[in-house]
């Protein structure tokens, strides 16, 4: 059983910053991609960053120079540290990874979610 739990998610002021965690836990052979998406009310769930095995990066427009996404293979954990936030990037973030457990295929796993509110 593989299970992907979020943390970090606060109510931030304008102007501030969040970092975002996501561990995965249970009988884990490999991972390779990690990412983070998000989720506002009334929209639909976009990608946020991911994070390759190699180490390459893609990020939304939206995030690009804002946002950091980082990894850590021995702790099975995916960072997103999250800079300047505005309103918009209020939403449901959420946490992907692909992994293989043992004896199992490459699968996407999903978290489920924490809360990031911009506001004054």
């Known amino acids: 059983q593989v299970q992907l739990v979020e943390s970090g998610g606060d109510l931030v002021q304008p102007g501030g910053s969040l970092r975002l965690s996501c561990a995965a836990s249970?009988?884990?052979?490999?991972?390779?991609?990690m990412g983070w998406y998000r989720q506002a009310p009334g929209k639909e769930r976009e990608l946020v960053a991911v994070?390759?095995?190699?180490?390459?990066?893609i990020y939304a427009d939206s995030v690009k120079g804002r946002f950091t996404i980082s990894r850590d293979n021995a702790k099975k954990t995916v960072y997103l540290q999250m800079n300047t936030l505005t309103h918009e990037d209020t939403a449901v973030y959420y946490c992907?990874?692909?992994?293989?457990?043992?004896?199992?295929?490459?699968?996407?796993?999903w978290g489920k979610g924490t809360q990031v509110t911009v506001s004054s």
């Open positions: 992907k990874m692909n992994i293989a457990a043992i004896s199992d295929l490459y699968r996407d796993y």
């Open positions: 249970g009988t884990i052979s490999s991972i390779r991609a």
């Open positions: 994070m390759f095995k190699n180490g390459n990066t």
